[in-house]
């Protein structure tokens, strides 16, 4: 599948982590000669500007849920003809409707919901018991076979960062971050009063980072902390914008997270981290950094009874217990941060 078009518009996935994902195919993309343009929803967008191969990024006036055929078809007037080819990186149908509306020739994505008449080049989804981790589906577009190596990277401007920094009150390697949430559900989040021992064990403030919706659980962290030790625990879940929140990761200390899309963020910056892994698995999603440390107990020989239950990727756990997170105690993360 080489490609010797110049102008290549991406469609991106919808979640940060997917979005931190895609990066090693666009590098490969923009290595052989195409342009990048990256149509992003608002929420992601920032990631794709964090990457110097991409020349520029759309934001989607689009919202979840539905076909918004409108809203699609007024911007695929606005940008046809611009571009050779099209990757449609999500799987729905919705998302390959803007490259067909804007009638770009050549039309890159995987097989799923009804998109044979959508793509003119279709990837056949592999099987779920063989699905190969997610860098490397994303990279499989590109037409590439040698997959094995790719590692999201990205980069923030120095002057951003350290203006974001000033602007929340942070000096660089001063502090431990902590992204406690998991958009996904219950079952891929450690429990909040181990993340408070584990602040309470740390000798550096700790900054909780996180959507608005997750303000409540970083406050049950933060609280208990801050009753001993006023503002050890900047409780800023809600309260800074993304690009904040890039900068915030790309200079902590340490960041300390579940599998969830920061934890990919604090990967491709190459911060030293720990990720912990409950009802998912660190062989489809790893955070792909050599300076990550993987806490999941279903491959750890020493703890009984065996974890048979894992991975079983639910939202919340079918049998009650979460004890693939509980039992991972504050101590244990402590000394496995590097």
Not at 84 to 94: G, I, R
Not at 249 to 277: E, K, Y
Request: hydrophobic residues 45%.
């Amino acid at each position: 599948m080489s490609d010797n078009s110049r102008r290549s518009l991406v469609i991106a996935p919808q979640w940060i982590g997917d979005a931190v994902m895609t990066e090693p195919l666009l590098r490969r993309l923009h290595a052989r000669g195409e342009q990048l343009t990256v149509g992003a929803l608002p929420w992601v967008a920032p990631v794709y500007r964090a990457m110097p191969h991409v020349h520029e990024v759309i934001e989607f006036p689009f919202a979840h849920g539905g076909l918004q055929l409108k809203a699609r078809r007024a911007l695929a007037k606005r940008i046809a003809g611009q571009f050779d080819t099209a990757y449609v990186l999500p799987n729905s149908l919705k998302s390959a409707l803007l490259p067909l509306l804007a009638g770009i020739p050549k039309r890159i994505g995987y097989l799923g919901e009804a998109r044979i008449g959508l793509l003119t080049h279709r990837l056949k989804n592999p099987l779920k018991g063989k699905r190969p981790p997610m860098v490397a589906f994303y990279s499989a577009l590109s037409g590439d076979t040698d997959l094995a190596t790719d590692r999201p990277v990205l980069t923030m401007p120095p002057a951003e960062v350290a203006q974001a920094l000033a602007e929340l009150g942070l000096q660089r390697g001063a502090y431990v971050v902590f992204a406690p949430g998991a958009e996904y559900g219950p079952a891929k989040r450690w429990p909040a009063a181990h993340f408070s021992a584990l602040a309470q064990s740390l000798d550096v403030t700790v900054v909780l980072l996180g959507s608005g919706k997750e303000a409540a659980l970083c406050e049950e962290i933060a609280a208990p902390v801050n009753a001993l030790q006023t503002g050890k625990c900047l409780n800023f879940a809600g309260k800074t914008t993304l690009v904040q929140a890039l900068c915030a990761i790309a200079a902590a200390r340490q960041v300390v997270s579940n599998d969830s899309g920061l934890m990919h963020v604090a990967a491709a910056f190459g911060v030293p981290q720990v990720a912990i892994f409950g009802s998912s698995s660190p062989l489809h999603t790893p955070p792909l950094s050599e300076l990550a440390t993987v806490l999941w107990l279903k491959n750890d020989p020493d703890y009984q009874p065996p974890l048979d239950c894992a991975p079983c990727f639910e939202r919340d756990c079918p049998l009650g217990h979460t004890r693939c997170l509980k039992d991972i105690s504050a101590a244990r993360v402590l000394t496995a941060l590097p």
